[in-house]
């Protein structure tokens, strides 16, 4: 349910995007995905299918960036990406204090669309 609400979210800032703009339909649409996240680009691709569906929206091609976890160890201040996400120990110094850097994005970086008038 919280996957739903994140696309819906999306996808009413791709519309007010395309409105402000006088857009006649929005192509393309680049999102970024943290590598924590639980979002799946098939999932969030099918959702989006459905929740654009009779919207000019409908048909954009959905663009996945992968970002990958970076922790902050909290107490020697490495920074490191883990081999594993749900390993915490520093390679450093071996504490498992961290401070999560990176890998928990989901958001739309740009949004193209067509057919702009004045």
Not at 14 to 37: P, V
Not at 53 to 82: E, R, V, W
Request: charged share 20%; aromatic share 6%; proline share 4%.
């Amino acid at each position: 349910m919280q996957e739903i609400r994140k696309i819906q979210s999306i996808l009413e800032a791709a519309l007010k995007y395309a409105d402000e703009k006088n857009a006649q339909r929005i192509t393309d649409l680049h999102i970024q995905i943290g590598e924590l996240n639980n979002l799946m680009p098939e999932s969030i691709q099918k959702n989006w299918e459905l929740l654009s569906k009779d919207t000019i929206a409908a048909g954009a091609i959905l663009h996945f960036m992968h970002i990958p976890a970076k922790y902050q160890c909290m107490a020697c201040f490495q920074k490191y990406n883990p081999p594993d996400t749900n390993q915490f120990e520093c390679p450093n110094c071996g504490s498992v204090g961290v401070k999560i850097i990176s890998g928990e994005e989901f958001s739309v970086q740009a949004i193209d669309v067509a057919d702009i008038t004045s």
